[in-house]
């Protein structure tokens, strides 16, 4: 993607004003619109195409949760990043059951947020570290109520296992190419095999079977 579509989302003009100013300093990274109400912001989404919003959660006239969701439902190619000042482990893992693809706090560093769009535009997640670890001890937390998995998954071959490794510790597409000195093409087929194979949806969920199998340490 040479560049990437934006739309701002948050109540504040000054938080706005500021995200324009750090965002628009990127080549590869053009603001489309603002809005500052969940209604402008479904509005926007279908007038003008974003690649990607970066949503805040308090709104107005709705939650950005709920904006996340209805956006999913109508524009599921469009990516949304949370941007907010909630930490709280509820709010992060409704914002991720909504479909966002990125969760970061405003007391981020500026490269996190830089760093987050990349991964949205490139169909990766991004979790900020902090919540990385609540997913992982979410996890681990029900791991022993857990059905069984499948006896007759079908079996992964060598590099759909060193891709899956990977994929599991946070790597992109374009890192695992060039640490296994493939394709990028190459990386998104075994990543949509292994999948396929493994019944996964999501990263979450590949990292949560790379937990339980011993592939990577929580």
Do not use: C
């Amino acid at each position: 993607m040479s560049e990437v579509r934006l739309l701002l989302v948050d109540d504040h003009a000054v938080v706005r004003t500021g995200l324009r100013m750090l965002l628009e300093s990127q080549s590869d990274l053009r603001i489309i619109g603002e809005a500052s109400t969940g209604a402008e912001a479904l509005e926007m989404a279908e007038s003008e195409k974003p690649h990607i919003i970066v949503m805040d959660i308090t709104l107005p006239d709705m939650s950005g949760i709920e904006v996340t969701r209805r956006l999913k439902q109508t524009h599921p190619e469009i990516a949304i990043v949370a941007l907010t000042i909630h930490e709280d482990e509820q709010y992060f893992f409704e914002m991720l059951q909504a479909g966002a693809a990125g969760y970061v706090p405003k007391r981020a560093a500026p490269d996190d947020l830089i760093g987050a769009i990349r991964a949205a535009a490139v169909g990766e997640i991004y979790l900020y570290p902090s919540l990385a670890k609540a997913l992982v001890a979410d996890y681990l937390s029900h791991a022993g109520s857990e059905p069984p998995q499948n006896s007759l998954e079908e079996p992964l071959t060598p590099r759909e296992e060193e891709v899956m490794r990977l994929v599991a510790q946070g790597l992109t597409n374009d890192e695992i190419a060039e640490q296994l000195v493939i394709s990028r093409h190459t990386v998104a087929r075994h990543r949509e095999n292994l999948m396929r194979k493994l019944g996964l949806h999501n990263r979450s969920e590949l990292v949560k079977y790379a937990i339980r199998k011993g592939i990577i340490a929580p």
